[in-house]
C-alpha cells in the first residue's frame, strides 16, 4: 500500500492588509475628530448647557467667539482665527462676506450679558439673518 503525501509549501508570511486598512481608519478618525475640538483647546471656555440642541456645519457658518476676559475672536468657514480689536471691524468684515453665511457664536457662560447683547446688535447691523449659540449639550434624562 502506498501512501501518497501531498507536500505544499506553507506560507510562513503574515498578510497585514487588513492591518493597514484598520489603522488607516484610525488615522482618518482622529484627523477628523482633532479638527472638531481644536477651537475648543485655543482658549478656556466653559459654554452654557441645553436640553435640545441645533446643529449646523462648521464649514457653513462663520464662528464668534467670546472669552471671559472679553477677548473676541472671528472664524471665516474653516479658516484661522482672528482676533477682533472692536465690533466695528466685525461688521465690517461680514457686510463684506459673500453671500451672507450663518453666523455661530460661542460665549463663555461667566461672560456678562451686555457683551453678548452687543454681539448680536452688531450682527443684526452686518445684516446677518441666522445665528447660533453654541452650547455644552446636556445628557441627562428629562
Known sequence: MRIRLNL???????DITPMI???FLLVL???VTSTFIEEAKVYKMI??????????AREDADSISLTV??????????GKEDEIADLSVLVERLQNAEPPRPVIIRCD????Y??????????RQAGVETVFEEVEVSHAAP
Request: proline content about 4%.
Open 109 to 112: 457662560e461667566r461672560c456678562e
Open 114 to 123: 451686555r457683551q453678548y447683547v452687543e454681539i448680536k446688535n452688531a450682527l
Open 8 to 14: 505544499t509549501e506553507e506560507d510562513d508570511e503574515l
Open 21 to 23: 486598512d484598520v489603522i
Open 69 to 78: 476676559d472679553g477677548q473676541l475672536y472671528f472664524r471665516q468657514g474653516t
Open 29 to 31: 478618525f482622529f484627523m
Open 47 to 56: 459654554l452654557p448647557r441645553a436640553d435640545s440642541p441645533t446643529t449646523v
